[in-house]
């Protein structure tokens, strides 16, 4: 089984059947996605000559053609990379020389800066809007390739890229296998059918696992909203208008929606809505069930564990609204078809309340990182995937996240690498050391706070610091939002910047999930 098959499985099932819903009121069917994408396959096959194996690039605003290019992708062999357009140039430059892509599929409302790059690196660029693709598609056959069927479940799927620590991306690669068994487990956990209406609100580079091959596995319907800039009024208009019954959100943009949607009738047909990536105060999840019901979700995982790893279930929200407050704090119980422990630095499971790393382990973790042996055996050992996350467990089962081994900020569902911003920093001829950590952020869940220690004699504005920041690369999110001076940073025993000294210091609460 491939994922290219599941839309072929299930346009034979209900050819008919809505699969993508575009704003202005079209509908794709099952019967028309199968035989765009069988097209799709056959022209990046005989005109770009993609074989079994090749990365296929993919950097557009999330759109209903997303969905064809992967299934194209897919049935030809290829494996998809879905490029955020938030990405800036050094993290665009570190993939594509990771992937190495055959060509960029792309179109006009993004940044420039791909295609600058696939021109400079020799990637062959292809603007999906342009009218030499339409007509090469429409020339094109609409039987399944012949490769189809031969497209193993072992075979390359995805590569989802994600930055670590070190702030150079990781591509974390999976097989058909593993992203058909994750879709299996999001279609439980999440009550995905084929009468599901899904709106896409993320980047869908971020949605391939949780969202793409979930839906068409079940035969739902696919729904796009833009993710460049979280607009509430725009997102529950699009709710009204495709009878929206599942999402998924970060709590920035729930927060968002607690501001300026005071009718929360206006969100009636949703079932499940989905969030994850950052911490919700307790008196904020009372406030959204108050206003919007009990449809709330709370995804905990990683993307080398295709996403889901545990869950607090709907029936977990409302149980700790109505006497087990602590609950709340929790990231849930582990999701189906995943084995997650608490473990001790060699390996063993702690007792109930004490802390370790929580890993995973299942046939839906990632087959690796993408040409990256030592962050690979750094990450998966024995079949484990190492979180990172430090964690204690209760008595039921429910895993309470209470520190990060990595020190990454999750800032609106977006990681950033400390180091990075550390780096940039010290390039500034007044500044001396420097370390970077995340604050709270009612809003963003956590924003980015630069503790700078300056050059005797030296002195310089929060401002400057700021734009120095921008003017070296890096993206707005990046760019401290805070910059506090001291006189020497605060160091452990062995010399090392003490950075859980200063988080403690400007910290209040957990900084679970």
Not at 124 to 147: N, T, Y
Not at 388 to 411: E, N, S, T
Request: contains cysteine.
């Amino acid at each position: 089984m491939n994922v290219g098959l599941t839309v072929a499985r299930a346009a034979r099932r209900r050819p008919q059947s809505a699969a993508l819903l575009h704003g202005d009121g079209r509908v794709t069917t099952y019967g028309e996605l199968d035989e765009r994408s069988n097209r799709i396959a056959s022209t990046l096959e005989s005109r770009y000559a993609v074989e079994r194996g090749d990365r296929v690039a993919i950097l557009v605003a999330n759109r209903p053609e997303v969905v064809e290019l992967l299934l194209g992708a897919a049935k030809s062999g290829g494996v998809y990379v879905g490029l955020n357009f938030r990405l800036d140039q050094k993290d665009l430059r570190s993939i594509f020389e990771n992937a190495e892509p055959r060509l960029l599929l792309t179109d006009s409302s993004v940044d420039a800066a791909g295609r600058e790059l696939a021109d400079e690196l020799g990637v062959p660029v292809v603007d999906i809007d342009d009218v030499a693709w339409h007509s090469a598609l429409e020339g094109a056959s609409p039987a399944p390739p012949c490769s189809l069927h031969e497209i193993a479940h072992t075979d390359d799927f995805c590569i989802v890229y994600s930055s670590g620590t070190t702030g150079v991306p990781k591509g974390i690669l999976f097989d058909h296998a593993a992203a058909i068994q994750h879709a299996t487990v999001a279609c439980m956990e999440y009550g995905i059918t084929a009468d599901s209406r899904y709106l896409l609100q993320i980047p869908h580079n971020s949605s391939v696992n949780i969202t793409f091959v979930p839906c068409l596995m079940a035969g739902a319907s696919l729904a796009f909203a833009d993710s460049r800039g979280f607009d509430p009024e725009r997102f529950v208009s699009a709710v009204e208008q495709f009878g929206i019954t599942h999402s998924f959100v970060v709590p920035t943009m729930l927060f968002r929606l607690l501001e300026q949607i005071p009718d929360g009738a206006r969100l009636k047909t949703l079932e499940t809505l989905g969030y994850g990536s950052a911490p919700i105060p307790p008196q904020r999840l009372r406030e959204l069930v108050d206003r919007f019901g009990g449809i709330f979700n709370q995804l905990y995982g990683m993307a080398e564990v295709a996403s889901i790893g545990t869950i607090l279930r709907k029936e977990d929200h409302l149980t700790g609204l109505q006497g087990r407050p602590e609950l709340l704090a929790s990231c849930g119980q582990p999701s189906y078809g995943l084995d997650v422990r608490v473990v001790d630095d060699e390996g063993r499971d702690v007792a109930v309340g004490e802390q370790g790393e929580i890993v995973f382990s299942g046939p839906h973790i990632m087959k690796g990182y993408y040409r990256d042996p030592v962050r690979t055996a750094e990450t998966l050992r024995d079949g484990w995937v190492h979180s990172g996350d430090i964690a204690r467990v209760d008595d039921d089962g429910y895993i309470y996240v209470v520190d990060r081994k990595k020190d990454l900020i999750i800032r609106g569902g977006l990681n950033i690498a400390p180091r990075e911003v550390e780096e940039t920093l010290l390039s500034h001829p007044a500044v001396l050391e420097t370390a970077v950590i995340g604050v709270p952020d009612e809003e963003w869940g956590e924003s980015v706070l630069a503790v700078v220690a300056l050059r005797d004699g030296r002195s310089v504005e929060p401002e400057d610091l700021r734009e120095w920041c921008r003017a070296a690369g890096l993206s707005s999110i990046k760019v401290p939002g805070q910059v506090e001076f001291i006189d020497t940073l605060p160091r452990n025993a062995v010399g090392k910047v003490a950075k859980a000294d200063l988080r403690r210091a400007r910290w209040t609460g957990s900084r679970a999930v």
